[in-house]
């Protein structure tokens, strides 16, 4: 079974660029996440989808990020205009369960904005 | 609030030891599940164990074995005999019942010595 797996997996960019992230989850798996890891801190939850329906968006930083999942198969994570601090890894995970279901992670997407 | 401490930023052993990662959280719900999740250098967050809050009772997998106590409000890890594969940074994590994101700690660096 093939795992999670993040697209590209590593991306530098200008600041005030556009980069779109790609997570395809395991198949079957109508729960999908986005969490982000900036450098030296903690890994943190950005949002939740359940099928193509976003269930919880409160961990989202601001209106540059926009998350998508039509379909309710893989999902993009766009940051328009790209700001140096969101710099960092992001992750996508999915899960058959809602939590506290066991999240399978992906290996994440290391973004560099310059 | 949630919150997930782990003091250990960085440790080194010689392989074969044992080694122990600690984990402290915080949370106000008398519901809640913990875990541990290893980052090997290739990336991908691994899942190692889930515990919910009504069990405390120790658990062993092999050369892993996972110390829960209320009491303290800690989940720590401890690796015997410790080899060079187990070299990797292991997060501990706390979810609270019918939420969705995970909270992460900041991670321990372990690194074991041949």
Redesign the interface.
Known sequence: EA??TQFPSHSVIEKGQTVTLRCDPISGHDNL?W?RRVM??????LL?FVKESK??E??MPNNRFLAERTGGTYSTLKVQPAELEDSG?Y?C?SSVF???G???????TRLTVT | AQK?TQAQTEISVVEKEDVTLDCVYETRDTTY?LFW?KQPP??????LI?R?SFDEQNEISGRYSWNFQKSTSSFNFTITASQVVDSAVY?CAL?E?G?????????TRLHILP
């Open positions: 795992g999670v996440y969490y030296g801190k903690e890994i943190k939850f939740h269930q919880d409160s961990g890894v992750f995970a809602r939590p506290p066991e999240q399978y992670f992906g290996p994440g | 997930v599940y999740y290739s990336g991908e967050l691994v899942f889930r919910n997060f979810s019942a939420d969705d994101k995970i909270i992460f700690g900041k991670g």
